[in-house]
């Protein structure tokens, strides 16, 4: 079954595959997207239920004995003429027990493929926390060394400005005493 642009399903089997008795054969593709196993069954059943009408109605008419057939929601025909008595009571569909078993071991694969993914997914998770946890350590260093670095840019400014308030005052005595000198010669 491939998803189509305009999210309807086309099948993979053409009408004589169906009508073959060929397994079903689904990808990963198949089952990606709005997935849903409602419109996978009524795929089949409106493929499928064709080519089995078309074989009933060819055998019904070269054995001439089912007369009145209606088909149950369980799968079953139901004979008209034999509705109080024994009735005719075959699977509506043959196949059934081969998509069936199909469906099963599909099934079982799923459940096994989500145990798989969920499993990496938690070991994914484990690993992702450890790595933020490397990263919240790293980060923590990183911040105290930066933290460290304006400490020490600060004290350098600080004795920087010391330094120039001296040096200023310095140059303010020598040109004090300059002009003092001046002004006795």
Same mark, same amino acid.
Request: net charge negative; glycine share 8%; proline share 2%.
């Given at each position: 079954?491939? !998803?189509?642009?305009?999210?309807?399903?086309?099948?993979?089997?053409?009408?004589?595959?169906?009508?073959?008795?060929?397994?079903? %054969?689904?990808? %990963?593709?198949?089952?990606?997207?709005?997935? =849903?196993?409602?419109?996978?069954?009524?795929?089949?059943? /409106? +493929?499928?239920?064709? =080519?089995? #009408?078309?074989? +009933?109605?060819?055998?019904? +008419?070269?054995?001439?004995?089912?007369?009145?057939?209606?088909?149950?929601?369980?799968?079953?025909?139901?004979?008209?003429?034999?509705?109080?008595?024994?009735?005719? =009571?075959?699977?509506?569909?043959?196949?059934?027990?081969? #998509?069936?078993?199909?469906?099963?071991?599909?099934? /079982?694969? #799923? @459940?096994?493929?989500?145990?798989? %993914?969920?499993?990496? &997914?938690n070991n994914l998770k484990?690993? @992702?926390?450890?790595?933020?946890?490397?990263?919240?350590? /790293?980060?923590? !260093?990183?911040?105290?060394?930066?933290?460290?670095?304006?400490?020490?840019?600060?004290? &350098?400014?600080?004795?920087?400005?010391?330094?120039?308030? /001296?040096?200023?005052k310095i140059g303010d005595?020598?040109?004090?005493?300059? !002009?003092?000198?001046? @002004?006795?010669?």
């Amino acid at each position: 079954m491939k !998803e189509i642009r305009d999210g309807s399903q086309a099948n993979h089997m053409s009408k004589s595959a169906s009508s073959d008795s060929n397994p079903l %054969v689904l990808d %990963v593709d198949d089952f990606k997207g709005n997935f =849903s196993f409602d419109d996978l069954f009524g795929n089949l059943v /409106t +493929e499928l239920l064709p =080519s089995y #009408l078309e074989k +009933e109605a060819d055998s019904s +008419e070269s054995h001439g004995n089912i007369v009145g057939i209606d088909a149950l929601s369980n799968g079953n025909l139901r004979s008209n003429a034999g509705k109080s008595a024994q009735g005719l =009571s075959s699977p509506l569909f043959p196949e059934v027990d081969a #998509l069936l078993s199909l469906f099963k071991n599909s099934s /079982t694969q #799923l @459940v096994d493929l989500k145990r798989q %993914v969920d499993g990496k &997914l938690n070991n994914l998770k484990k690993e @992702v926390a450890v790595q933020d946890l490397k990263h919240r350590k /790293t980060l923590a !260093e990183l911040e105290k060394g930066v933290d460290g670095l304006f400490g020490s840019f600060a004290r &350098l400014d600080s004795r920087i400005s010391s330094v120039g308030h /001296t040096a200023a005052k310095i140059g303010d005595h020598l040109q004090i005493r300059r !002009e003092n000198l001046l @002004v006795r010669r």
